[in-house]
T-cell receptor, first 111, second 115 residues
Framework: RKEVEQDPGPFNVPEGATVAFNCTYS??????FFWYRQDCRKEPKLLMS???SGNEDGRFTAQLNRASQYISLLIRDSKLSDSATYLC????????????FGTGTRLKVLA | EAGVAQSPRYKIIEKRQSVAFWCNPI?????LYWYQQILGQGPKLLIQ????????DSQLPKDRFSAERLKGVDSTLKIQPAKLEDSAVYLC?????????????FGSGTQLSVL
């Protein structure tokens, strides 16, 4: 089983739609969680950290479920500019702060 | 603030040749990472340095890959000899020391094609 698993997609959604991605992780000792965004042929960039109580940043909402070992990302009112690959990242928390990336979920927002 | 610098941006070599990549992290960032990203996959950690010491190299193919971070600043990653399956983007990232919740800053990467 992979340490961090995501549905690779692609998710094709119309502008204005709400879309949600899930990510599961295998290491129950993981301590911190993130969503990164990667545009085509570019480097990953931090979109948002994921906190235990859930957190929101504009149209983006991230949630963490430690019991079921998954995190989610919800994007409301999708924009064309949201088209990208969204990478789920888990910090192993085993003392070395090892950041493990999922395969990424590809999103395409259609006009 | 200057970002993570990587060079070269692109490299094309034939199999069995050698290649080296260079990375200069953000000033003051003690932790440096090398990731390999194959097309359609997420970045895979190859090696992680804390200052000039190796923290994790469990996924580094040590028979052909080597990396060093002399003086705890810039780093080089070498492949010798290269195989076709090494074709990928090699990303360098850095972060400040802390409790594991830090943001990773990535360089633009080196796209390697092995023919």
């Amino acid at each position: 089983r992979k340490e961090v698993e995501q549905d690779p997609g692609p998710f094709n959604v119309p502008e204005g739609a709400t879309v949600a991605f899930n990510c599961t992780y295998s290491n129950s000792a993981s301590q911190s969680f993130f969503w990164y965004r990667q545009d085509c042929r570019k480097e990953p960039k931090l979109l948002m950290s994921v906190y235990s109580s859930g957190n929101e940043d504009g149209r983006f909402t991230a949630q963490l479920n430690r019991a079921s070992q998954y995190i989610s990302l919800l994007i409301r009112d999708s924009k064309l500019s949201d088209s990208a690959t969204y990478l789920c990242v888990v910090n192993s928390g085993s003392g070395t702060y090892k950041y493990i990336f999922g395969t990424g979920t590809r999103l395409k927002v259609l006009a | 603030e200057a970002g993570v610098a990587q060079s070269p941006r692109y490299k094309i070599i034939e199999k069995r040749q050698s290649v080296a990549f260079w990375c200069n992290p953000i000033s003051g960032h003690a932790t440096l990472y090398w990731y390999q990203q194959i097309l359609g996959q997420g970045p895979k950690l190859l090696i992680q340095f804390q200052n000039n010491g190796v923290v994790d190299d469990s996924q580094l193919p040590k028979d052909r890959f080597s990396a060093e971070r002399l003086k705890g600043v810039d780093s080089t990653l070498k492949i010798q000899p290269a195989k076709l399956e090494d074709s990928a983007v090699y990303l360098c990232a850095s972060s400040r020391p802390g409790q594991g919740g830090e943001k990773l800053f990535f360089g633009s990467g080196t796209q390697l094609s092995v023919l």
